[in-house]
């Protein structure tokens, strides 16, 4: 059962429901926002399972209020819009997570909100949250904090004193694409700033928790060349661990009302490429793009760019670097170490044999390698 810490607190919180669907937080974003079959006042709705580093486990995602002061044209809670709104002080939302975590629901506590009063006012209103749950209630577990848009810096810094995990959304992958989207929202001064600072505090070792950042995609015309060159100076330069990319979907009552919704395929485009910039040693040279800007929707860009440079000149399993290895289709950073490995201890002459290292994507792999400096006597053609 749920202790019964602050009346109605966890009722509150089921009545927002699933407001974060939006706002992934994990390793599987998709997923994340699948819209819940649970009943309104169900604060399941509220809990999605993520990865998160400190491992696989049920966060609940939450909103300190769902009012907000800004107009951005593709949000359901701006300013003006007609819906239900729904606000927390900082005592009930430390209360309510605390019941929810006692009963065993959560182990983890994901909370953003809308502003209101000021970037600043609601941060305060966010720290304190946290800082009730940890010191009072004594939660030491998993919490992943939005940074407001004009936040101080000595909120960035207690953020990230108190979280495992902050974020600080651009939305826009430069100031043109947001004056489009969110227009009160300065993208160098209020949010660009934020994630350097955070860069600067993980960096000076006054806090270690990691950073991310979300776009909206397919809104206001941005390419995937400007939305993966800010993610590439995010990830090279400020330590960023992860993009999120939102496929922009048209919601009732607001300005961008009647465009298409985003390519869910070219969403997960953009996470493909990312992962090749963050894990893979890719350069944005390197990514396939098109005369548009845009990736190709009808090839992963990992195999666009091998179908280009590897199918003549196929890669050496026996010699290749680490760097070569992770360019070959079906071979990630830990089936690059096991290729390593393996070959220090005898050859590699047949796809079976990188089966029974544990490459999964050995048949994928086969079109753009040499096994004991020969194609695979078996190999998929080239789709």
Known sequence: MLVKSVPGAVVKLAEVGDAT?????GDRPQAE??????????VRACISQVTTPRGKKPVLKAMMTTACEQNCYYCPFRAG????????????MAAAFDEVQRSGLVQGLFLSSGVAGGGPRTQDRLLDAVTILR??????????????????YDQVARAMQLADRVSVNLEAPNARRLKSLAPQKDFQAELLERLGWAHDIRQRGQ?????????????????DLELLSTTEHLYRDLGLARAYYQAFAPVPDTPLDGLPRASALRERRL???SFLLRDYGFEMEEMPFQADGHLPLDSDP??????????ESPVDLMHAGRRELLRVPGVGPKGAERILRARRQGTLRELSDLRDIGLRGAERAAPFILLDGRRPTHQLPLL
Do not use: C, I, N
């Open 21 to 25: 669907r939006f706002e992934p937080v």
């Open 33 to 42: 926002r699948v819209a819940s079959s649970r009943g309104a006042k169900d």
């Open 81 to 92: 819009r007609d819906t239900r709104r729904t606000t927390f002080r900082p005592e009930e």
């Open 135 to 152: 010191e009072r209630y004594k939660y030491q577990g998993y919490v992943h904090l939005k940074v407001m848009p004009g936040a101080e």
């Open 207 to 223: 806090a270690t928790a990691s950073l991310t950042t979300q776009f909206v995609m397919g809104a206001v015309g941005e390419s």
């Open 271 to 273: 996470y493909q490429a």
């Open 302 to 311: 990992k195999l666009a760019w091998a179908r280009m440079h590897l199918s």
